[in-house]
Nanobody
Framework: QVRLAESGGGLVQSGGSLRLSCAAS????????MGWYRQAPGKQRELVAE???????NYADSVKGRFTISRDNAKNTAHLQMNSLKPEDTAVYYC???????????WGQGTQVTVSS
């Protein structure tokens, strides 16, 4: 059974930092592209950052220079380091995996990030 478990969310003041983690089980992590998405109240879910099997990364313009995505294939874990947080970063953050060969996608349950002004 596939499980993506996010952790690391919480309440932080504007300008602060948080590090999100996504622990994966039930998939061959090394052949999955990993992504972080977020959904704020009343808004559509949007891509924040993704890291491919080979290590290439993509970021939303709104987080470039502030957020860093990484992966640890030995620990089946993806991370999102978030610095210089802004109130507009407040959202539920979701982890997603996509099999490079199977194209199957799985989502985690999400973790709340709240940035106070």
């Amino acid at each position: 059974q596939v499980r993506l478990a996010e952790s690391g969310g919480g309440l932080v003041q504007s300008g602060g930092s948080l590090r999100l983690s996504c622990a994966a089980s039930g998939i061959i992590f090394a052949v999955n592209d990993m992504g972080w998405y977020r959904q704020a109240p009343g808004k559509q879910r949007e891509l924040v950052a993704e890291i491919m099997v080979g290590g290439n990364t993509n970021y939303a313009d709104s987080v470039k220079g502030r957020f860093t995505i990484s992966r640890d294939n030995a620990k089946n874990t993806a991370h999102l380091q978030m610095n210089s947080l802004k109130p507009e970063d407040t959202a539920v953050y979701y982890c997603k995996s996509r099999g490079r060969l199977t194209m199957r996608e799985f989502w985690g349950q999400g973790t709340q990030v709240t940035v106070s002004s």
